[in-house]
């Protein structure tokens, strides 16, 4: 095969070299008659297969990012970088749907004072806890809720029956 060098004009002679040990992929068990009608042409894709010589660059996903890595040493910080990103804007979107101040779907019930009264201090507030200040009962806030949980209640049940 004949390249053309870009930067001299000249050719280079290529000639494709064949391995000494070179798998071939097995026939498929299923032979379908190619005149057949309805049938599609299903062939193994046998490039992702690890044992056979000729692989393809970039067939599945992490091949196609992390290929060509062996060769680019330079990349590695970006990688790590990345990485770190990636796993700290998990667990900040985790953390911050866990606690009980956070609600997606307000049409669920369980949020209601009535259903956290009993475990509300449970719930994660801060990241850094170290000696659970933040894990104990606060009965005045309790008692507080309960009569605004009352007070709802009696402005709920006045309103229907207006």
């Known amino acids: 095969i004949e390249v053309p060098d870009p930067f001299s004009g000249r050719h280079s002679v290529v000639t494709p070299s064949t391995s000494k040990v070179q798998?071939?992929?097995p026939r498929a068990k299923i032979q379908i008659n190619a005149n057949e009608k309805g049938y599609l042409n299903y062939e193994r894709y046998w490039s992702r297969d690890p044992r056979f010589v000729p692989q393809t660059r970039g067939d599945t996903p992490t091949r196609a990012i992390l290929g060509r890595i062996g060769h680019a040493y330079e990349v590695y910080p970006f990688i790590c970088i990345a990485t770190a990103w990636l796993s700290s804007v998990i667990f900040v979107g985790w953390w911050s749907l866990s606690k009980v101040e956070v609600r997606i779907n307000k049409?669920?019930?369980p949020m209601s004072w009535e259903h956290l009264r009993?475990?509300?201090f449970k719930r994660n507030t801060v990241l850094f806890d170290w000696d659970g200040r933040t894990h104990r009962r606060l009965?005045?806030?309790?008692k507080l809720q309960d009569e605004m949980l009352e007070a709802s209640q009696k402005r709920s049940k006045s309103d229907e029956q207006n």
């Open 107 to 109: 049409n669920i019930l």
């Open 118 to 120: 009993d475990d509300y």
């Open 139 to 142: 009965l005045i806030m309790e």
């Open 23 to 25: 798998l071939t992929p």
